[in-house]
């Protein structure tokens, strides 16, 4: 079935949020971006997105493009965007969640991964049931969220305030992932957090191969690219340290279209 209508699941990093200028930044999403005549004529970012791969390689008709991503949504959040996605009768859905899950502000915040698999496993019920029959649903594994704070710790925000002095307020909850950025978290609790990461990678994997394995009519791909990507200063925003750039936005969708051969949609 053609993938023509795209609906993602993801937080703030499919909403693109302070890519190129504060908030949700939706035309430079990896999902859902799209580039026509103003963000052309504002200068703003053309990140080649799945949105825009398809209709190039699909036209444009019968075309939608739904974003049911949602910023600071976490895996508690999968069953209402699946919800979303299936009342929308996607053929396409992108999925790029669980970021949240290990950006609380303390550890013990964290679902545990029995918490993990019952929230991921609840929203592909949804989709396997509701979705139409040829659909598709490519879950990317988690980014690796540490990696992100070695890149980006010893960049300025602006080109003016260090990361780091940026982050220092995760002590009083006024910024994200104190479990991975906060200032007295060591080398050591920032490993532990990647192995949590690597466990709710591992079961995402697993669940796809079993919905693939009994629910035929649809198709289910993973791929753990963007995780093993070692992302680059200039790609980890210029605003808040953190989130993807805009060049780390369309390496994003150029990472996971390759990863998944378009992704595969031609076979069918």
Same mark, same amino acid.
């Given at each position: 079935?053609?993938? !023509?209508?795209?609906?993602?699941?993801?937080? *703030?990093?499919?909403?693109?949020?302070?890519?190129?200028?504060?908030? +949700?930044?939706?035309? %430079?999403?990896?999902?859902?971006?799209?580039?026509?005549?103003?963000?052309?004529?504002?200068?703003?970012?053309?990140?080649?997105?799945?949105?825009?791969?398809?209709?190039?390689?699909?036209?444009?008709?019968?075309?939608?493009?739904?974003?049911?991503?949602? *910023?600071?949504?976490? &895996?508690?959040?999968?069953?209402?965007?699946?919800?979303? %996605?299936? %009342?929308?009768? +996607? /053929?396409?859905? $992108?999925?790029?969640?669980?970021?949240?899950?290990?950006?609380?502000?303390?550890?013990?915040?964290?679902?545990?991964?029995?918490?993990?698999?019952?929230?991921?496993?609840? +929203?592909?019920?949804?989709? *396997?049931?509701?979705?139409?029959?040829? *659909? /598709?649903?490519?879950?990317?594994?988690? #980014?690796? #969220?540490?990696?992100?704070?070695?890149?980006?710790?010893? !960049?300025?925000?602006?080109?003016?305030?260090?990361?780091? #002095?940026?982050?220092?307020?995760?002590?009083?909850?006024?910024?994200?992932?104190?479990?991975?950025?906060? $200032?007295?978290? /060591?080398?050591?609790?920032?490993?532990?957090?990647?192995?949590?990461?690597?466990?709710?990678?591992?079961?995402?994997?697993?669940?796809?191969?079993?919905?693939? &394995?009994?629910?035929?009519?649809?198709?289910?791909?993973? /791929?753990?690219?963007?995780?093993?990507?070692?992302?680059?200063?200039?790609? #980890?925003?210029?605003?808040?340290?953190?989130?993807?750039? $805009?060049?780390?936005?369309?390496?994003?969708?150029?990472?996971?279209?390759?990863?998944?051969?378009? $992704?595969?949609?031609?076979?069918?």
């Amino acid at each position: 079935l053609k993938p !023509k209508r795209l609906a993602s699941i993801g937080d *703030s990093i499919t909403e693109a949020i302070d890519a190129e200028v504060y908030g +949700a930044n939706h035309w %430079a999403s990896w999902a859902n971006g799209y580039h026509g005549f103003w963000q052309w004529l504002f200068g703003l970012s053309n990140v080649k997105s799945h949105n825009q791969r398809i209709t190039w390689e699909f036209g444009r008709r019968g075309r939608k493009n739904f974003m049911e991503a949602e *910023s600071g949504a976490d &895996s508690f959040d999968l069953p209402g965007q699946a919800a979303q %996605a299936v %009342a929308h009768q +996607a /053929t396409y859905v $992108p999925w790029l969640m669980g970021q949240n899950d290990i950006c609380q502000d303390y550890e013990e915040d964290i679902p545990t991964d029995e918490k993990f698999e019952m929230n991921a496993r609840a +929203a592909l019920t949804k989709l *396997s049931t509701g979705l139409p029959s040829g *659909s /598709t649903i490519y879950i990317v594994g988690m #980014v690796d #969220v540490p990696h992100l704070y070695d890149i980006a710790k010893d !960049k300025k925000a602006l080109g003016i305030v260090d990361c780091e #002095v940026l982050w220092f307020s995760t002590l009083f909850e006024l910024f994200p992932c104190g479990t991975v950025l906060g $200032p007295f978290r /060591t080398d050591a609790d920032r490993d532990s957090m990647r192995e949590r990461i690597i466990g709710f990678n591992t079961i995402l994997q697993g669940l796809v191969d079993e919905f693939n &394995s009994r629910d035929t009519p649809h198709h289910y791909f993973y /791929t753990n690219e963007v995780f093993n990507y070692d992302f680059l200063e200039s790609e #980890v925003s210029d605003l808040d340290c953190f989130h993807p750039s $805009p060049d780390g936005q369309e390496k994003l969708s150029s990472i996971t279209w390759e990863a998944g051969d378009g $992704p595969n949609f031609q076979e069918w």
